[in-house]
């Protein structure tokens, strides 16, 4: 096919109909033909894209170390084989293996590197195939990584991001299903992120690896895969979030549900069931969890005078009773009733699947809350 001498071409196809020509003169024929004018606009789609949380970390990566050549990438698998979960995929071919290093099994080998590289200027991103491998390495995360600008009266940056999976995957016993979401907030110099949406994975990413400071950026494996629509904002290389900004995922008047990481779209199912029996939920996806949006969750239990905290880690000492105290000494007022709080069993993950099902909070378990919460619960007595 030759290329045309004059006009711009185009090449359509019309209900199965392959057409050529000139592309003023091809608007112009369409327009005369009266079956075209009754295709429906809808047989164009205008649907937002949809990308996999996966593919929003692998993008955000890549587009960072473009900008800026400080950035590197370092941990086990993550170059030749393109990562565990194929998060890095591509980027050893793109950029070399001087920016993306295969390192031994040495969480505290790769990560004191990383703190010592941070240390002097550069910006690292150090992969943990979970974050249970982390308590490896948590001497450098914590003594050194977090301590180090506060130690220094603000004169030495640790810009680092240590990232990886967190919590509970599926049967992979309790040494592999933590959520450490808690420990790592508990500790003054880090941030600490966890992000649910594609949307959460780009630009929380990016605004980790822009940050001066060490952030602890917890993934989960399970939503490695899902897909999320993504509008072209979210897309353009410059979008990013801000830290410290929570999320309100769905308004709702008569409850908050505050969640992170994959709680938050079980808190979005729980809502839509709420909503059949006449209970609005504000679900809030609060996406970091140090700092936290406590102006957000005060605003929104004020307006709904109830509030449900939705984890996966353990009860005690939990991001959900940070929440609860947060919200008692600033907006105790406004409760109409106690604030409930949903969290993984507070024992070590079982391995068998119906009792690691068990341990890990449900949707179910959610609706009850909110329930009791709005004081729409059944009596104990009417189902005796």
């Not at 992170?260 to 709420?274: N, P, R, T």
């Not at 099902?357 to 009417?382: F, G, H, N, W």
Request: proline share 6%.
């Amino acid at each position: 096919m030759g290329t045309p001498k004059s006009g711009i071409r185009a090449f359509i196809v019309v209900y199965g109909i392959w057409i050529e020509g000139d592309l003023a003169k091809l608007g112009e024929s369409l327009q005369k033909q009266s079956w075209v004018s009754s295709i429906s606009p809808r047989c164009f789609s205008t649907a937002p894209k949809e990308m996999m949380v996966r593919e929003a970390l692998n993008s955000a990566l890549d587009e960072e170390m473009s900008a800026d050549p400080k950035v590197f990438l370092m941990g086990e698998e993550v170059g030749e084989y393109d990562g565990a979960y194929k998060i890095t995929k591509g980027l050893l071919e793109k950029y070399g293996p001087d920016r993306v290093l295969d390192t031994p099994i040495t969480e505290a080998g790769f990560t004191g590197i990383g703190v010592g590289a941070a240390y002097h200027g550069l910006r690292p991103v150090i992969e943990f195939m979970t974050f249970n491998f982390s308590m490896q390495a948590i001497d450098h995360i914590i003594n050194s990584a977090a301590k180090s600008n506060y130690m220094s009266a603000g004169q030495m940056n640790v810009p680092i991001v240590f990232r990886g999976p967190n919590g509970a995957a599926a049967g992979v016993g309790a040494q592999h299903s933590q959520c450490f979401a808690a420990w790592y907030a508990s500790c003054p110099g880090l941030k600490v992120l966890s992000p649910y949406s594609s949307e959460d994975a780009r630009g929380l990413l990016k605004a980790a690896i822009r940050d001066p400071d060490p952030v602890v950026f917890l993934e989960n494996e399970l939503l490695y895969g899902q897909s999320f629509p993504v509008s072209a904002e979210v897309l353009d290389s410059s979008f990013c979030l801000p830290i410290g900004k929570a999320k309100i995922e769905r308004e709702g008047k008569d409850v908050t549900i505050t969640a992170y990481s994959k709680m938050v779209g079980y808190a979005l199912q729980a809502a839509d069931i709420l909503s059949k029996d006449g209970i609005s939920a504000e679900v809030i996806n609060l996406r970091s969890i140090r700092p936290l949006d406590r102006a957000a969750i005060n605003a929104s239990v004020r307006k709904t005078n109830r509030l449900v905290t939705v984890e996966e880690g353990f009860p005690q000492h939990g991001v959900g009773a940070e929440i609860c105290a947060s919200v008692v000494e600033e907006s105790f007022g406004y409760l109409d009733a106690p604030v409930e709080r949903i969290a993984g069993a507070d024992v070590p993950m079982p391995y068998a699947a119906n009792l690691e099902r068990l341990a890990v909070p449900q949707v179910e378990d959610i609706v009850r809350a909110a329930k009791r919460a709005c004081y729409r619960s059944v009596p104990m007595a009417a189902t005796a």
